[in-house]
T-cell receptor, first 116, second 116 residues
Framework: AQTVTQSQPEMSVQEAETVTLSCTYDTSENNYYLFWYKQPPSRQMILVIR??????QNATENRFSVNFQKAAKSFSLKISDSQLGDTAMYFC?????????????FGQGTTLQVKP | DVKVTQSSRYLVKRTGEKVFLECVQD?????MFWYRQDPGLGLRLIYFSYDVKMKEKGDIPEGYSVSREKKERFSLILESASTNQTSMYLC???????????????FGPGTRLTVL
């Protein structure tokens, strides 16, 4: 079975600095997708960034980028120029489609505090 | 904009009560999901549905059932609530796998359920 592990329960960063959140996963599949979701305090979970396993190029969305190491099964999220609005819980997730539907498998989450 | 709503943000019930959690999406999505979120455990899949009247067990279905009579509505039922079902419950929906953004899940705001 696939598993996703986030080994950092809590992290903090000063505003305007860079922070990296770690994620590792375990799978025997070759084609899959990886995601980072953000859950701000008392607000809905939203997608931050997605990576398709067959693409070697790391995904980037504005200040958010990933370091995808397929052989090492590692998928870290880098947040540059951190802002107070980045304070949230971040979840790494693995997706594999199957038939009519696919399922997400989530990591334990990392709570990020951005300090002014 | 994509919208997933849940019937209550906060709910307090007593042990043994039957509890209904409702989720509605307005995106004509095929697939809908129920998760529970607990500290240190991330999100765990309870049940999902890829079509009206269809349902599949997730990783932790014990003590729960679901109903999907209409495409836009997916209900989670706790037949006899217990204190260990105190948790945050999140609903999500997604287009069918294989469609554009078919792997992205759109989440509701969550229901924080307390069972006394």
């Amino acid at each position: 079975a696939q598993t996703v592990t986030q080994s950092q329960p809590e992290m903090s960063v000063q505003e305007a600095e860079t922070v990296t959140l770690s994620c590792t996963y375990d799978t025997s599949e070759n084609n899959y997708y990886l995601f980072w979701y953000k859950q701000p305090p008392s607000r809905q979970m939203i997608l931050v960034i997605r990576q398709e396993a067959y693409k070697q190029q790391n995904a980037t969305e504005n200040r958010f980028s990933v370091n995808f190491q397929k052989a090492a099964k590692s998928f870290s999220l880098k947040i540059s120029d951190s802002q107070l609005g980045d304070t949230a819980m971040y979840f790494c997730a693995y997706y594999q489609g199957s038939g009519n539907t696919g399922k997400l498998i989530f990591g334990q989450g990392t709570t990020l505090q951005v300090k002014p | 904009d994509v919208k997933v709503t849940q019937s209550s943000r906060y709910l307090v019930k007593r042990t043994g009560e039957k509890v209904f959690l409702e989720c509605v999406q307005d995106m004509d999505h095929e697939n809908m999901f129920w998760y529970r979120q607990d500290p240190g455990l991330g999100l765990r899949l309870i049940y999902f549905s890829y079509d009206v009247k269809m349902k599949e067990k997730g990783d932790i279905p014990e003590g729960y059932s679901v109903s999907r009579e209409k495409k836009e509505r997916f209900s989670l039922i706790l037949e006899s609530a217990s204190t260990n079902q105190t948790s945050m419950y999140l609903c999500a929906s997604t287009p069918p796998a294989g469609t554009w953004r078919g792997d992205e899940q759109f989440f509701g705001p969550g229901t924080r359920l307390t069972v006394l």
